[in-house]
């Protein structure tokens, strides 16, 4: 009985310390944003009254509709175009049966743990001679073809009734007609997951982007984020204002696609 | 409604064959039913006749044309599948217009369709519903229904029944039944219940190996198979086998494990030579209380069903007999039990497991 007391005690103490290390941060920043960055360096944890000064210097330094603009385009271009190229691939991967599907496969997910900064000097030769360099579509090519999102295709097209294709097929569908029009809207939640994911990743993107763009008018928020923080005397209430506008879309769009998307993790097919 | 002809068809998957050569001919409005062990080769058969599946080797003609390589929506045919295979996305009415949708038939022409499969199936109050939201029946109907609505000239059914309970299943059986006379087409339908192979086929095909057993009428198998794997496969509880050998005189069967009782040949069987080892063949519900033939044996189970009894029991421990009998209430496991037969009953198989006729 004691013991039972004891062991909740400790779950809940430990969940209580892990909502606190995930939370703080976050809350740090939305306060942040309200308050002088004087302030913020002395450790103010409440709400300030510096919000609106916050937003006029931020607006004074960057333009905040252009570098919003370009980041949208390029994450939901990336997310558009990856999740075409990828899904397809998932999906062929685990339908089509061949004698070198699984070696093929097996040499993506090597691929796998080859890290970015590998890639990033030859890649960004490619990109140069392609004469693709400080565009948009420099960015987004080279993350199109997701192995980890052609990994998670294959996976959930596993819970995808041979059945239902056959179906299709006596009713006169075509392979490609097959994808468009059974596969692809039976399996919502696996997109709505994969889209979250997606569009965060090519959101929050640093590395690459600030590889490839050069110029002030291509920026994306998070180039733009990081040079603040590198100004001089850096504003730590402005930096924290645009991590706070930053964070927002991703945050819509979890929040709009919550239910597929833990579903879509769950992997279930309805 | 189609007839159709296959002629020495095969399929090999890699290296393996698992279907071994089958000719059958199915007349048009027909109803045809595939039975035989999990993994004999119906569903992959049936799926050769749907296209979904290539063929290897032969021919395939459904109504007069040659179908080998013809696209799966072009063959004149419809399939209901064991899991229904309804599409998640889409509302019952959806689909069932699908095939008609892509196959651009005008949206007033498809409702109609729909509209009339609806009535047949009496779905009319469930067309708004995603699959989903159906029980297992009504999701059955909605199948059969975008089956229909296809307006094929052979209906193809993979185990269609073996998801639903034992009350539901009795009711499609019927309902299945009532359809194929409605609609008078051909159907093909696999299953692996005796029951429903009994009760709704014209035709039933016992397939055994990739191969066809024996094809027949469902009282032409019970009654008159031609082999042991038919004998044994139609008919619940199962025929039993009894070991024998033609006696000295070539016109008796002796029973050695059963006293040496012996059995005299039915006058239109062939003789075979005396001292060759046979099968006799006797279903349970063959023993009657005033045959001419005994087997002295002692009761080692019962299972009372109400109307009949069926007593599993054994000469000296040897191989379990069942007989089905009435007014034997009051028999109880241990007890002495005379099982009585007529020799005309009986089947008899050579030691290859072909029927001696
Ligand atoms: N795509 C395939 N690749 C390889 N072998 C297969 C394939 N499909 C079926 N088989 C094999 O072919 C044989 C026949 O399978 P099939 O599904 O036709 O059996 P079935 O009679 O329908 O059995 P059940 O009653 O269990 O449904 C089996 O041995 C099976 O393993
Ligand atoms: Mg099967």
């Not at chain 2, 062939?270 to 002295?296: C, H, M, N, S, Y």
């Amino acid at each position: 009985m004691n013991f039972m007391i004891v062991r909740r005690a400790a779950v809940y103490l430990s969940l209580s310390i892990a909502t606190f290390i995930s939370i703080f941060p976050f809350y740090w920043m939305v306060v942040g944003a309200t308050n002088e960055s004087r302030d913020i360096v002395t450790g103010k944890s409440t709400i300030g009254t510096n919000l609106v000064a916050n937003f006029q210097n931020l607006l004074a330094q960057v333009d905040l509709a252009q570098v919003f603009w370009n980041s949208a385009v390029v994450a939901i271009a990336a997310t558009v175009l990856t999740l075409a190229v990828s899904s397809l691939a998932g999906y062929g991967f685990e339908i089509f049966r061949s004698r070198v599907r699984e070696r093929i496969f097996q040499i993506l997910l090597l691929l796998l743990s080859i890290p970015f900064a590998a890639l990033m000097v030859p890649l960004f030769v490619m990109i140069s001679r392609a004469h693709l360099s400080n565009t948009f579509t420099a960015v987004i090519l080279p993350t199109v073809a997701s192995i980890f999102i052609i990994f998670y295709f294959r996976q959930a097209t596993k819970a995808f009734p041979g059945e239902l294709r056959d179906a299709a097929r006596v009713d006169g569908l075509k392979e490609w007609q097959i994808f468009l029009y059974v596969y692809l809207p039976s399996m919502r939640s696996t997109y709505a997951a994969a889209t979250i994911i997606v569009f965060m990743t090519s959101w929050n993107n640093y590395l690459w982007p600030l590889i490839v763009l050069q110029t002030e008018d291509k920026k994306t928020i998070t180039l733009v984020i990081s040079s603040l923080t590198s100004a001089y005397t850096p504003d730590f209430g402005v930096i924290l204002l645009s991590t706070v506008l930053a964070t927002l879309p991703t945050l819509i769009i979890f929040f709009v696609l919550q239910r597929q998307f833990v579903q879509g993790m769950l992997g279930s097919v309805k | 409604m189609s007839g159709l002809k296959l002629r020495g068809v095969r399929k090999s998957f890699g290296s393996v064959e698992v279907i071994r050569g089958i000719d059958l001919d199915i007349e048009p409005n027909e109803f045809v039913v595939f039975v035989g062990p999990s993994g004999c080769g119906k569903s992959t058969l049936l799926r050769m006749i749907a296209g979904l599946e290539g063929i290897t080797e032969g021919e395939l003609d459904i109504g007069g044309t040659r179908m080998n390589d013809v696209d799966p929506s072009k063959r004149g045919i419809a399939m209901v599948f064991q899991t229904y295979a309804l599409y998640p996305h889409m509302s019952v009415r959806q689909n069932m217009g699908f095939a008609l949708k892509f196959a651009g038939v005008a949206k007033d022409e498809i409702d109609r369709q729909v509209d009339e499969a609806a009535r047949i199936l009496e779905l009319a109050p469930l067309m708004h519903r995603r699959p989903g939201e159906l029980s297992g029946g009504q999701r059955q109907r909605v199948a059969i229904g975008r089956a229909i609505v296809r307006h094929p000239e052979v209906f193809l059914f993979d185990e269609p029944l073996s998801n639903l309970d034992a009350e539901l299943r009795v009711h499609m059986r019927i309902e299945i039944a009532r359809l194929h006379k409605e609609l008078a087409t051909t159907i093909i339908y696999v299953t692996h219940d005796q029951v429903e192979a009994m009760t709704l086929a014209d035709k039933i095909v016992v397939m055994r190996d990739g191969s066809v057993a024996q094809v027949g009428s469902p009282l032409t198998l019970y009654d008159d198979p031609d082999n042991l794997f038919v004998a044994g496969f139609i008919g619940s509880p199962k025929m039993n086998f009894l070991k024998g050998v033609v006696a000295e005189s070539g016109a008796d069967v002796r029973l050695p494990e059963y006293g040496d009782q012996i059995i005299p040949l039915h006058d239109s069987v062939a003789r075979p030579a005396a001292g060759t080892d046979v099968t006799v063949g006797i279903r349970p519900e063959q023993f009657e209380p005033d045959g001419r033939t005994k087997l002295d044996l002692k009761i080692e189970m019962i299972e009372h069903l109400g109307g009949e009894t069926y007593v599993y029991a054994s000469h000296n421990d040897g191989e379990v007999i069942t007989v089905a009998a009435r007014d034997a209430r009051a028999v109880k496991p241990g007890q002495n039990f005379v099982a009585r037969f007529n020799p005309t009953s009986v089947l008899l198989f050579g030691t290859d497991g072909n029927r001696i006729r």
